[in-house]
């Protein structure tokens, strides 16, 4: 039996924050609406770990 292949994290689409945007919204909403759903999710992602990391969890 051979070993199981290594796997790579998934790296998101975009970094964040894009440059010259303060505001993922419509970036995910063109990815979307564009079918590039993956691409969407992996935007929103990347924007809530980065808001996680600067912010911490939310506390309800």
Known sequence: ????????PAQP????P???EDDP???????SQAGRHAEAAAIAAAWE?????QHGPCRS
């Not at 689409?13 to 964040?16: G, L, R």
């Open 25 to 31: 919204h419509r970036a995910i909403s063109q990815a």
């Open 49 to 53: 770990q980065a808001a996680l990391r």
């Open 18 to 20: 894009a440059a010259a």
């Open 1 to 8: 039996m051979s070993p199981a292949p290594r796997l790579e």
């Open 13 to 16: 689409a975009a970094p964040f």
